[in-house]
């Protein structure tokens, strides 16, 4: 899981996150910015930590790369996020879509394929500024973790206040994409590939 603010993995695939836990999975985030610019930087961290052990996630790793200005630093966090890669060789990666208006998501996005090119399944997420453009091909039933989704995302009290955070948005957006994919609560992904084990 690779986001560029200590929320955004919650906010797109948090549902998706706790399944694959509970699934017996290995999973590791990685989050490329403090989120300084967007909230504090120290509440964020802290948040961040006790919403992935909530989550069930094993290691989380918080890069310090400046918020707002990732596009700056395509390079190097690619660089970054190979050296993790070639050191787990994780079966899949989750990270921002490029259909996204906030500069720091396309950058991770860019970044995240250069590092991992050689990886078989690379899937994108939905964040609250991605646009029209965002096609999920690719769709995870939470029936069963909407609610914990929006536990894991209510862990971050520093954004709180925001209008995307709120439940009702969450689970208006998990009914949404549910009967995109004739389910009752699911999370939409682009597929960049995907490799099936058949």
Request: with cysteine; charged share 25%; net charge negative.
């Amino acid at each position: 899981m690779i986001g560029a603010h200590p929320d955004d993995i919650e906010i797109a695939c948090g549902g998706s996150i706790a399944e694959l836990s509970d699934a017996g999975n290995t999973i590791m985030s990685l989050i490329v910015s403090k989120g300084e610019r967007g909230g504090n930087s120290s509440s964020r961290l802290i948040e961040a930590t006790k919403s992935a052990e909530f989550l069930g996630i094993n290691k989380v790793e918080i890069m310090d790369f400046p918020d707002t200005k990732l596009d700056q630093f395509i390079l190097e966090i690619s660089k970054k996020i190979e050296i993790i890669v070639n050191e787990l060789k994780p079966d899949m990666v989750f990270t921002h879509s490029i259909h996204d208006l906030h500069q720091d998501h396309r950058a991770v996005h860019d970044a995240t394929l250069r590092a991992c090119r050689n990886l078989s399944t690379i899937l994108c997420y939905e964040s609250p500024s991605t646009t029209q453009d965002f096609q999920p091909n690719v769709f995870i039933n939470i029936e069963q973790y909407v609610d914990i989704k929006i536990e894991s995302i209510q862990k971050h009290k520093d954004q709180n206040k925001k209008k995307y955070v709120q439940p009702e948005q969450v689970y208006g957006k998990a009914i949404f994409r549910g009967a995109q994919a004739k389910l009752g609560e699911a999370e939409g992904f682009e597929a960049i590939r995907i490799n099936l084990q058949i």
